[in-house]
């Protein structure tokens, strides 16, 4: 597989510019290679994130390179896909952990009785979030990073806890 690396160089003075560039290399989930090096898998699904990422450093005064790049051999396809496959799993790995905090909290409202209508709405909500983060990770991840399923049934497990809390909801609040 290709690869798109880019260099980047910031203005020196400027460490808002950096900050807003690792922000992005993070919502993006471009690999950093090394320092002002990031990279992403040469595929449809990151064009727009490579695009993203040229305009960002541009309006902060910054100038990237563009290349594409092929491994010199399997041990550097090997090296590039391990690094972008441990970056998807420790995100996968943290999301399991919100998901982990989102159950508890759902066990709490239940221990303490709180069925009102404002804080399903809000559970919700935190549901909903934890959703759109997966599709973000599920979307980079092109190469099966370990994790993946392993969320996908804690995603379940926290649907489920929503549907017994809202139907908890629904029984207390009716007339």
């Not at 460490?15 to 290679?33: H, I, P, Q, T």
Request: proline share 2%.
């Amino acid at each position: 597989m290709s690869w798109v690396l880019l260099t980047y160089k910031l203005p020196s003075n400027n460490s808002s510019a950096r900050v807003a560039v690792w922000r992005e290399v993070r919502r993006s989930g471009a690999l950093n290679v090394q320092r002002s090096v990031v990279a992403f898998p040469e595929h449809d699904a990151f064009r727009r994130a490579v695009e993203r990422f040229r305009v960002l450093v541009a309006e902060v005064g910054g100038e990237t390179l563009a290349l594409r790049a092929e491994p010199l051999g399997q041990l550097d396809a090997t090296k590039l896909t391990d690094a972008w496959n441990e970056a998807r799993s420790a995100e996968y790995t943290e999301l399991r952990g919100e998901c982990g905090k989102f159950l508890t909290e759902i066990e709490h409202e239940f221990a303490i009785e709180k069925f009102t209508l404002a804080e399903l709405e809000e559970e919700e909500a935190e549901l909903e979030k934890l959703q759109r983060w997966h599709e973000r990770i599920d979307a980079r991840d092109i190469h099966g990073a370990p994790g993946a399923e392993e969320t996908k049934e804690a995603l379940a497990q926290a649907r489920e806890a929503l549907e017994r809390y809202s139907s908890a909801v629904f029984e207390r609040t009716q007339l």
